[in-house]
């Protein structure tokens, strides 16, 4: 069986696909060991605070009056925290989501004020 060719270069060096993605992925080599790793960069301001804006534009005495087919729209969970391990759970289990979400340290995640 061939083996895998061995890439060299240099550590910190940013990966050319990830640019533009709205997140940025680098190399990183450690020089003693030659073990990789890859991290990954997200900025996730413009969802902040477009999620700021949203939230700042409800009516609190309105209902949530939403599309009956898709529900109401309560809050932009950035990419960054679903892939995170440690969150990885929020997508399986909806109880877990709806407390993670109304948490209020996850308030920048919400488009609208209320419980879920």
Not at 25 to 33: A, L, R, S
């Amino acid at each position: 069986m061939p083996k895998a060719p061995i890439i060299k270069s240099r550590s910190n060096r940013s990966l050319p696909f990830s640019q533009g993605a709205g997140y940025r992925e680098f190399f990183h080599e450690d020089p003693v060991t030659g073990q990789w790793t890859i991290e990954t960069v997200d900025d996730i301001t413009g969802i902040i605070e477009t999620n700021k804006s949203l939230y700042a534009s409800v009516d609190e005495r309105a209902r949530f009056a939403g599309y009956p087919s898709i529900g109401n729209h309560v809050a932009s969970i950035p990419n960054a925290i679903l892939y995170d391990p440690k969150y990885k759970h929020l997508l399986e289990d909806q109880e877990a989501l709806r407390k993670f979400l109304n948490d209020s340290d996850n308030q920048f995640m919400r488009t609208r004020p209320g419980r879920i």
